[in-house]
């Protein structure tokens, strides 16, 4: 499985952008996706994950209320809706795949089998 993210740029706070990330390869094989993040400076952390059947979603307490994840299969494509953006919202955003099966609340990145390359976001004040 190849992931390939699109979509980051440079925004100013209170803003939004719509990250992609387009699967390609053995797409059947994959569960849950997911986005993570990492500033400069600090750790890769959490974002959010969907579940195969993109019915559960689950997001990390600092983009709740603010990040949409969802998916489309028929287009092997991934997406991360951010509104509000903020400047600590400032990385280079990743998306993973893990293989099935699927199951709620996968959030370390250890669990995940696929990663794409990542793509900038930069959020000005």
């Known amino acids: 499985v190849q992931l390939q993210a699109s979509g980051g740029g440079l925004v100013q706070a209170g803003g939004s952008l719509r990250l992609s990330c387009t699967a390609s390869?053995?797409?059947?094989?994959?569960?849950?996706m997911s986005w993570f993040r990492q500033a400069p400076g600090k750790e890769r952390e959490f974002v959010a994950a969907?579940?195969?059947?993109?019915?559960?979603?689950d997001y990390a307490d600092s983009v709740k209320g603010r990040f949409t994840i969802s998916r489309d299969d028929a287009k092997n494509t991934l997406y991360l809706q951010m509104n509000s953006l903020r400047p600590e919202d400032t990385a280079v955003y990743c998306c993973?795949?893990?293989?099935?099966?699927?199951?709620?609340?996968?959030?370390?990145?250890?669990?995940?089998?696929?990663w794409g390359q990542g793509t900038l976001v930069t959020v000005s004040s």
């Open positions: 969907v579940t195969r059947s993109g019915s559960f979603a």
């Open positions: 993973a795949a893990k293989n099935v099966p699927s199951r709620v609340g996968v959030r370390s990145s250890y669990e995940y089998d696929y």
């Open positions: 390869g053995r797409t059947f094989s994959i569960g849950n």
